[in-house]
């Protein structure tokens, strides 16, 4: 069993930047580890908006794209996102996800930001 525990949310103003955390304990299986960031906003669907698959592999929401970097360690216990150039639009609980060669998936426990002046 694997768990998520995110760090890093909090209150910003617009422009600001913000760099959130998810960290991966326990055991787990084998397999290609896919870690994606999804979000959701005040009445809205949670949406995907990053994406990292193998040593570098990234796609982004058009959102988010060009202010917003997912990254990971070598060890892929922990993965990030770095987030410039926020907007109130930003405003949501982010969650961090784990999907383990396609099968077993993990949600980490949700972060608020908040991107107000």
């Known amino acids: 069993q694997v768990q998520l525990v995110e760090s890093g949310g909090g209150l910003v103003q617009p422009g600001g930047s913000l760099r959130l955390s998810c960290t991966a304990s326990g055991s787990a299986s084998s397999g290609i580890r896919r870690w994606s960031w999804y979000r959701q906003g005040p009445g809205k669907q949670r949406e995907l908006i990053a994406s990292i698959i193998g040593a570098s592999t990234t796609t982004y929401a058009p959102s988010v794209k060009g202010r917003f970097t997912i990254s990971k360690d070598n060890a892929e216990n922990t993965v990030y996102l770095q987030m410039n150039s926020l907007k109130p639009e930003d405003t949501a609980v982010y969650y961090c996800?784990?999907?383990?060669?396609?099968?077993?998936?993990?949600w980490g426990q949700g972060t608020q930001v908040t991107v107000s002046s």
């Open positions: 996800n784990l999907a383990i060669g396609g099968v077993w998936i993990y």
